[in-house]
C-alpha cells in the first residue's frame, strides 16, 4: 500500500512539473559535416546564416522560429505589445545561464545594450537602431521601447538578439569572448578548432535539452566531399547537397536525402532609368514572360526549386496565395516587345557572382537563352562576389549614357520577412534595387509602420499585386530548397527557414 | 660572406614592404569589406555609419599609415569578421600548412628524386619510358581531380583512410601526397635530365675509366654535380608549398593559411589577408636566402663576393 502510495506521489509530480523541466539527460552522439563558416561565438557582435545555425545552440533568444516556420516564445514564456512603440516579454522563471548565473530583466536589459554600444561595431546593430530603450520592470519582466513604432522587432528577436549573462560579458576582453560562450542554450561548448570542428556537449542548465549528448560539427567546405563523408560514414549529416550528387547519396545504402522549400529567393534586379528599354514596363513585363520558370526549376535546378510571383514564398509574411508566378509566353512577350518599340530587341550585360548561388549561372544561361528568343541579347559576365557588389552599389554614380545592366541575386529571409525584401530589392533606398517608384515607397512605408498584424499582411499583399501585376520591378524567379543527407540512423526535421541546428538533430 | 648576409636581410626587408603596399592598395581597389559585410537590406546610411566605424571612410593613405605604425610593431589589425587578432587567426593556422607543406615536400623528394636518377641511370629502358610516362600523366592530371579521386577510392571504396580533416598520420597522407604529386613528377623529370647530363660529362668518363663501381659514380658524383638547379626548384617548391595549397585544403577541409586567406579575400578582410601575406612573403624570401647560401657549399666556385 505504502509503495503504491509512493507510485502515485511520482507520477502525480512528474505530470504536474513543467516540461521544458522534466527532459532526462540526453544520450548519444551524432557528427555533422557542414560547409559554411564559423567565424565567432561572440553572440552580438556579427551576423551570417551559419552564426545563426551555431549560436542557438549555445545561447537563446527571446522569440524562436519553430521548425514549421511559426514564431513564439522562447526564453521569454510571453510577450505582448503594451503601447506601439513598448514591447513587454515575461521571461521562463528560475532559469540559470551554463555558468549558474541568473537568467533575468538585467540580462536581457545588458545583452541589448551590449549590441547597441557603437564600441562593440557589432554588425547586427542595424536590425536594432529602432530600439531606444530597455526597462527592466520587475526581476521577470523586461520593456523594449523603440524609437517609433516597430512590428518588424519580433521576427528580429527569432533570430539575433541572444542573451548572455552580465557580470561574465562585462568581465572579460572581446578576444575571450569570441571563443569562450556563456549561454543558456541546450549545449555548451566543449572544444572549437577553427576551420575543424565545434564539440557540443549537453548544458547541465540547459531548460531546453538537445535531442543528444554530444554533437561534432565538422566543417568541410567542399560539396563532394561532404558527400564522400556521409557515404563512408565518417559523418551522420551533411548541409548543403548539391543536386547532382543526391542520386550518389541515395544510392549509397546507408545515407538519404531531405530537400525543403527554403527562403532563399533568386531573382533578377535592373539599373532602371530613363536611356535604358526596360525602363518601359511592358519591356520588364516581357522579359518576365519569356522565361519558362517550370523548365529551369525542372531540368536546371532538378526539381529543387519553386517559382515564385514575386519575392516571397508561402510561409513569409505578407504573402499573397493569390499571385501566381509569371506564365511562360513568349508570344505575348515579343508583341509586348514591338509595342514598346523594340521589336528588333536589344542588349545588354548582366552580372552573377561566380559560385555563389546555387545553379546560378547555369539558370542564367538558360534565362539568357530564353531572352535571345524574342531578340534580347543579354551578356552573362560571372564575377567575383566583391567585385560585382562594387558595381551594383556604384550603379547610380555612372554617367547617363553608360550602359545599363542586370544582375542576378538571391537573399535568404530566414525572417519570413516580406518587409525585408521589399526593402533589399524594391525600396528607392535600397543599396541594390534599381526600381525607383514614389508610391510603391509610401506604400511599403506605410505598411511597416501598421501595428496591426491582420492589417499589416494585407498591406504587404496588396504591395505584391501592385509590384506583379502592374509595375513589374524585377524578373522575378523562384525559391530554392536547401538540401540534406542523413544517415538512416539521424532522426530530423528539416526546417522551414533551411537552417540545420545540431540540438534539433537526434538518433533514431 | 657576412656582408653579403647582411645585404640581402636589408634587400629583403625592402622587397617584403613592397610586397605590402601592392597587396593593400590591390585589396583596397577590388572591394569595401563593409558592402560584403551589411546584409542587401541595409540602406546607404547603415553603410556610411558602419564605414566610418571601421575606419574606412578615411583617406587610403592615412589608413595606410595606421596600418603600417601597427604592423611595425607586430599588430596587424582585428580580423573584420573574426573579431580577433588577424595574426594570431593566420597563425594559429600555420601549423596545419607547415604539416602539410612538409608532408608534401618529403614526398616529391623521397619519390620524385630516386625515381629521376633511376631513369637517368636506366636511360632507354622501359623503366625510363614508364617513368617519363607517368610523370607526364601525374603533371597533367589536376590536384584536386586526383585529391577526389583518391578520396572515393581510399575512404568510400576501400574505407582504409578517413575522407578529410586533420589528425593523425592517416589524415595527413591523402592531402599531403595529392599537393605533392605535381613537384613530384617535375622533381623527377629535371633529376633524370640533370643527370643525363652530368653523366655525359668527362669526368664521369674519367671516373668510370679509373674502374669505380658504378653506384659510387652515380651517387658520389653525379648526383653532387647536378645538385644545383634541383635545390634552386626544391626551394621554390616548399615556397609553394608554405604559401598554402588552397584547393587541396579545401578538398580534405585542411584547416590550413590557403583556406583562410581565399575566404578572406573573397570577403575583403584585409587584416587576415595582409597578415597572411606578410607570413609567406617573408617565409618565402627566407627560403630563398637559404637556397643562395647552400649553393655556395655544393658548389664552392660560387662566391659571396
Keep these: 500500500m505504502k509503495r503504491k502510495l509512493v507510485l502515485a506521489l511520482v507520477l502525480a509530480v512528474s505530470f504536474m512539473w513543467p516540461a521544458g523541466s522534466v527532459n532526462a539527460a540526453s544520450k548519444g552522439k551524432i557528427v555533422l559535416g557542414m560547409g559554411g563558416k564559423l567565424t565567432t561565438f561572440d553572440p552580438h557582435r556579427f551576423s551570417s546564416l551559419p552564426i545563426s545555425m551555431h549560436h542557438p545552440n549555445i545561447f537563446d533568444t527571446l522569440l524562436s522560429r519553430r521548425p514549421d516556420g511559426s514564431m513564439g516564445p522562447h526564453l521569454a514564456k510571453s510577450y505582448k505589445m503594451t503601447s506601439p512603440k513598448v514591447w513587454e516579454f515575461k521571461l521562463r522563471e528560475g532559469l540559470k545561464f551554463s555558468n549558474g548565473a541568473p537568467i533575468n530583466a538585467e540580462a536581457v536589459k545588458f545583452s541589448f545594450e551590449r549590441i547597441l554600444d557603437r564600441k562593440l561595431k557589432s554588425k547586427q546593430y542595424s536590425y536594432f537602431k529602432t530600439i531606444a530603450k530597455i526597462e527592466v ?281 516580406t518587409q525585408h525584401m521589399f526593402n533589399g530589392a524594391i525600396s528607392s533606398k535600397s543599396i541594390y534595387g534599381g526600381f525607383r517608384d514614389k508610391e510603391v515607397d509610401d506604400m511599403i512605408g506605410e505598411a511597416r509602420q501598421t501595428m496591426d498584424n491582420a492589417a499589416r499582411e494585407k498591406k504587404y499583399q496588396e504591395i505584391g499585386r501592385v509590384l506583379r501585376d502592374v509595375k513589374v520591378p524585377i524578373i522575378s524567379l523562384y525559391q530554392e530548397y536547401r538540401v540534406f543527407g542523413l544517415s538512416k540512423k539521424i532522426s530530423w526535421t528539416a526546417r522551414a527557414d533551411g537552417k540545420l541546428i545540431a540540438s534539433e538533430v537526434g538518433l533514431k | ?170 589524415h595527413f597522407i591523402m592531402p599531403a601526397f595529392a599537393a605533392s604529386t605535381y613537384h613530384m613528377a617535375r622533381l623527377a623529370r629535371l633529376m633524370r635530365s640533370q643527370m643525363l647530363e652530368v653523366m655525359r660529362q668527362d669526368y664521369i668518363r674519367t671516373a668510370r675509366a679509373k674502374g669505380l663501381n658504378e653506384k659510387v659514380i652515380l651517387m658520389v658524383h653525379a648526383l653532387k654535380n647536378s645538385a644545383i638547379p634541383i635545390v634552386t626548384v626544391l626551394g621554390l617548391d616548399l615556397g609553394i608549398l608554405l604559401g598554402g595549397t588552397v584547393i587541396i585544403e579545401v578538398v580534405f577541409a585542411w584547416p590550413g593559411v590557403g583556406r583562410l586567406v581565399i575566404e578572406a579575400i573573397s570577403n575583403r578582410d584585409f587584416p587576415i589577408v595582409q597578415s597572411a601575406v606578410f607570413l609567406m612573403a617573408s617565409g618565402f624570401v627566407l627560403i630563398n636566402l637559404m637556397v643562395d647560401l647552400l649553393y655556395a657549399y655544393l658548389d664552392p666556385r660560387i662566391s659571396y663576393a
Excluded at chain 1, 342 to 364: C, T
Excluded at chain 2, 46 to 64: C, H, N, S
Excluded at chain 2, 71 to 84: Q, R, V, Y
Excluded at chain 2, 106 to 115: D, E, K, R, S
Aim: aromatic fraction near 12%.
Design chain 1, 137 to 417: 520592470v520587475n526581476e521577470y519582466t523586461a520593456r523594449i521601447h523603440t524609437k517609433k513604432p516597430d512590428p518588424m522587432l519580433p521576427p528580429t528577436l527569432a533570430i539575433y538578439g541572444f542573451i548572455v549573462p552580465p557580470k561574465y560579458y562585462k568581465k572579460h576582453e572581446l578576444k575571450f569572448l569570441a571563443r569562450n560562450p556563456i549561454g543558456s542554450g541546450p549545449y555548451v561548448l566543449k572544444k572549437w578548432r577553427k576551420g575543424e570542428e565545434v564539440i557540443y556537449e549537453e548544458n547541465p542548465n540547459a531548460w531546453n535539452k538537445p535531442k543528444v549528448k554530444t554533437a561534432v560539427v565538422k566543417f568541410i567546405p567542399e560539396s563532394t566531399t561532404r558527400v564522400s563523408a556521409l557515404i563512408s560514414g565518417d559523418v551522420d549529416m551533411i548541409d548543403n547537397l548539391p543536386p547532382g550528387l543526391r542520386g550518389r547519396v541515395s544510392s549509397s545504402g546507408n545515407a538519404r536525402v531531405i530537400s525543403k522549400q527554403s527562403p532563399r529567393t533568386h531573382y533578377i534586379l535592373m539599373v532602371i532609368k530613363e536611356s535604358v528599354p526596360w525602363n518601359d514596363v511592358r519591356v520588364r513585363l516581357a522579359m518576365n514572360l519569356a522565361i519558362d520558370r517550370s523548365s529551369i526549376t525542372k531540368n536546371i535546378m532538378m526539381g529543387l526549386a519553386k517559382p515564385v510571383a514575386i519575392l516571397d514564398g508561402p510561409v513569409s509574411f505578407g504573402h499573397n496565395p493569390a499571385l501566381k508566378p509569371y506564365p511562360y509566353n513568349p508570344t505575348k512577350a515579343k508583341k509586348l516587345l514591338a509595342d514598346a518599340g523594340h521589336s528588333k530587341g536589344f542588349s545588354f550585360d548582366i552580372y552573377i557572382p561566380r559560385g555563389r548561388f546555387m545553379m546560378g549561372k547555369e539558370a542564367l544561361t538558360a534565362i539568357a537563352g530564353m531572352w535571345a528568343r524574342i531578340g534580347i541579347k543579354a551578356n552573362v559576365k560571372v564575377m567575383e562576389w566583391g567585385s560585382m557588389k562594387k558595381i551594383v552599389t556604384n550603379r547610380n554614380k555612372f554617367n547617363a549614357d553608360v550602359p545599363g545592366f542586370l544582375y542576378y541575386l538571391a537573399r535568404m529571409n530566414t525572417a519570413f520577412s
Design chain 2, 1 to 170: 660572406m657576412g656582408s653579403y648576409v647582411i645585404k640581402r636581410v636589408i634587400q629583403a626587408f625592402f622587397l617584403i614592404k613592397l610586397v605590402m603596399v601592392i597587396v593593400f592598395l590591390l585589396l583596397h581597389m577590388t572591394g569595401d569589406p563593409v558592402l560584403i559585410m551589411l546584409d542587401t537590406d541595409a540602406t546607404s546610411e547603415d553603410i556610411a555609419e558602419m564605414r566610418k566605424v571601421m575606419g574606412f571612410d578615411q583617406p587610403l593613405w592615412v589608413q595606410y599609415i595606421r596600418f603600417f605604425k601597427s604592423a611595425l610593431k607586430g599588430d596587424f589589425g582585428e580580423s573584420i569578421e573574426h573579431g580577433e587578432p588577424a595574426m594570431a587567426l593566420v597563425l594559429e593556422r600555420f601549423p596545419a600548412t607547415l604539416e602539410m607543406a612538409l608532408g608534401a615536400f618529403m614526398f616529391a623528394v623521397v619519390i620524385g628524386i630516386p625515381f629521376g636518377c633511376l631513369a637517368a641511370f636506366k636511360e632507354g629502358s622501359l623503366y625510363d619510358k614508364i617513368c617519363i610516362g607517368i610523370t607526364v600523366l601525374i603533371q597533367a592530371v589536376p590536384d584536386f581531380w586526383l585529391a577526389i579521386m583518391s578520396i572515393m577510392f581510399f575512404s568510400v571504396f576501400l574505407g582504409v583512410l578517413p575522407s578529410f580533416g586533420r589528425g593523425g598520420w592517416q
